[in-house]
């Protein structure tokens, strides 16, 4: 499979907990987005990245979300502390350039009880 | 900052009939995407429109960019059971990231 994988794709986890996401992208691809989307509404926008650097973190991501792409491949997305106002669906996108087609993961659904 | 709004937010179609979703941004786009999202799917990448006034068609999907390229339009024609599913457009302005609306979820009857 070459799209974009995600892991896990669900995750329960007590509030106050610490937890990480991975996304894998298009292995060609040197942009990496991370949104988050949760029932009814449109994908909302985290942070991207373009090959290792992280270019735009969106205002309304708190202190506590984090994410890196060490190598400019894989990405995670770590939640510290986590609020049950956290629980969403986790996406990664990846596409190929600035303004291209991005192509979505299947997502991490978190649930914070 | 950027707002993209989509209505209607829901329609119920029977099978055959037509469908229509708009697309409106608060400012001028550089480009709008039109995504599809399956119950329970993720978002899959429909069409990309850049020009002015331009007009794409695939199958039955007949997409729009207005002439201010502040607004879209998606249609399906004699819609099918397949079509079920939610449509987000997403705007860009020059560089800057993708900004999505909140989506149109079309039912189809059979």
């Known amino acids: 499979d070459t799209g974009v994988s995600q892991d896990p794709r669900h995750k329960i986890t007590k509030r106050g907990q610490n937890v990480t996401f991975r996304c894998d992208p298009i292995?060609?691809?040197?942009?990496l987005y991370w949104y988050r989307q949760t029932l009814g509404q449109g994908p909302e926008f985290l942070t991207y990245?373009?090959?290792?650097?992280?270019?735009?973190k969106s205002r309304l991501l708190s202190d506590r979300f984090s994410a890196e792409r060490p190598k400019g491949s894989f990405s995670t997305l770590e939640i510290q502390r986590t609020e049950q106002g956290d629980s969403a669906m986790y996406l990664c996108?990846?596409?190929?350039?600035?303004?291209?087609?991005?192509?979505f993961g299947q997502g991490t659904r978190l649930t914070v009880v | 900052g950027q707002q993209v709004m989509q209505i209607p937010q829901y329609q119920h179609v029977q099978e055959g009939e037509d469908f229509t979703t708009y697309c409106n941004s608060s400012t001028t786009l550089s480009n709008i995407q039109w995504y599809k999202q399956r119950p329970g799917g993720h978002p899959v990448f429909l069409i990309q429109?850049?020009?002015?006034?331009e007009v794409k068609k695939q199958k039955r999907l007949t997409f729009q960019f207005g002439e201010a390229k502040k607004n879209s339009s998606l249609h399906i024609t004699a819609t099918q059971t397949t079509d079920v599913g939610t449509y987000f457009c997403?705007?860009?302005?020059?560089?800057?990231?993708?900004?999505f609306g909140k989506g149109t979820m079309l039912l189809v009857s059979p």
């Open positions: 990245f373009q090959n290792e650097a992280q270019l735009e």
């Open positions: 997403a705007g860009r302005t020059g560089y800057s990231t993708l900004t």
């Open positions: 292995s060609e691809h040197n942009r």
């Open positions: 996108a990846s596409s190929l350039a600035p303004g291209a087609e991005a192509f």
């Open positions: 429109l850049v020009k002015s006034g």
